[in-house]
């Protein structure tokens, strides 16, 4: 059975920095893409950050880029986002996602990931 559980988020100030870990279970994680998502309220889910495990590529979403950054530690099977110099436009609830048929072409679409997370709260105020 998968799991994926997030854990780092919080209320920060503007210019603060977070970093969000998602724990995964059941999963072989060194084939897996991993990902994380982001959806404010009233918006609908936005990619922010992939890992193609095979190929290796990393890609960040444009509105993140410069200021986030994915990692993943294969012993721990946890996959890191760190978050510098937030923004109030990156108030969302950010989740892990998880996929192990994925192509690369495929890692910016939430309908290719079948594992998700619960969730983690991130609010940036001004």
């Known amino acids: 059975q998968v799991q994926l559980v997030e854990s780092g988020g919080g209320s920060v100030q503007v210019g603060d920095s977070l970093r969000l870990s998602c724990a995964a279970s059941g999963v072989t994680f060194s084939r897996y893409a991993m990902a994380w998502f982001r959806q404010a309220p009233g918006k609908e889910r936005e990619f922010v950050a992939a890992?193609?495990?095979?190929?290796?590529?990393?890609i960040h979403a444009d509105s993140v880029k410069g200021r986030f950054t994915i990692s993943k530690n294969n012993a721990q099977n946890t996959v890191m986002l760190q978050m510098n110099n937030l923004k109030p436009e990156d108030t969302a609830v950010y989740y892990c996602a998880a996929s192990g048929t994925i192509i690369q072409s495929q890692l910016r679409s939430h309908a290719s990931y079948g594992y998700w997370g619960q969730g983690t709260r991130v609010t940036v105020s001004s």
């Open positions: 890992i193609h495990q095979r190929s290796g590529s990393i």
